[in-house]
T-cell receptor, first 116, second 112 residues
Framework: GAGVSQTPSNKVTEKGKYVELRCDPI?????LYWYRQSLGQGPEFLIY????????DSGLPNDRFFAVRPEGSVSTLKIQRTERGDSAVYLC??????????????FGPGTRLTVL | SQQGEEDPQALSIQEGENATMNCSYK?????LQWYRQNSGRGLVHLIL?????REKHSGRLRVTLDTSKKSSSLLITASRAADTASYFC????????????FGKGTLLTVNP
């Protein structure tokens, strides 16, 4: 079936604006993750959903960042009052269940966010 | 903070040669995974090795894991130009199986 998809692929916004980034996970995957990757760095964990609930949001940098997954499938990452430092590639991943030592995360193509 | 650190940061080889990348990590792990990333976008999962495994193969890929040294290596044999990408190791941290921590990656360039 289809892999993880993310929209938009690129988003340019102005400082102070609000943005939403969307993720469609692989069908049947109950676990969903958001990561952020800055230039020259590896991805950094933001949040993990198990079903509809955020099981671990310890990676969210501050309260300007929020994510939802209301029906346990599609997820939206929301950033309020964007800052230039928020510019990065935002990656979404999904996995079968988020449990077990062999549960594999499959990544989407990412959304490149640029805050001017 | 980043748990895994890849070495070298960059590697340039000729097509047909083998490429070896290394990863070191700091704390106990349940598994270690290798991912490939082209052009700074989506990551492709290559291979997962569990903490009780020492070696694993997948096609032209060979991964080893030495838990006593907290290190892993990824070997790509008979490299191709299409293997040009950044390679990351990732380990779950904080006692979880899901919170992956990535290193900065190794940029591999395979010259035709």
């Amino acid at each position: 079936g289809a892999g993880v998809s993310q929209t938009p692929s690129n988003k340019v916004t102005e400082k102070g604006k609000y943005v939403e980034l969307r993720c469609d996970p692989i069908s049947g995957h109950t676990a969903l993750y958001w990561y952020r990757q800055s230039l020259g760095q590896g991805p950094e964990f933001l949040i993990y959903f198990q079903g509809t609930g955020a099981a671990d949001d310890s990676g969210l940098p501050n309260d300007r960042f929020f994510a939802v997954r209301p029906e346990g499938s599609v997820s939206t990452l929301k950033i309020q009052r964007t800052e230039r430092g928020d510019s990065a590639v935002y990656l979404c991943a999904s996995s079968l269940n988020g449990q077990g030592a062999t549960d594999t995360q499959y990544f989407g193509p990412g959304t490149r966010l640029t805050v001017l | 903070s980043q748990q895994g650190e890849e070495d070298p940061q960059a590697l340039s080889i000729q097509e047909g040669e083998n490429a070896t990348m290394n990863c070191s990590y700091k704390t106990s792990i349940n598994n270690l995974q290798w991912y490939r990333q082209n052009s700074g976008r989506g990551l492709v999962h290559l291979i997962l090795i569990r903490s009780n495994e020492r070696e694993k193969h997948s096609g032209r890929l060979r991964v080893t894991l030495d838990t006593s040294k907290k290190s892993s290596s990824l070997l790509i044999t008979a490299s191709r130009a299409a293997d040009t990408a950044s390679y990351f190791c990732a380990t779950p941290r904080g006692g979880s199986n899901y919170k992956l921590t990535f290193g900065k990656g190794t940029l591999l360039t395979v010259n035709p």
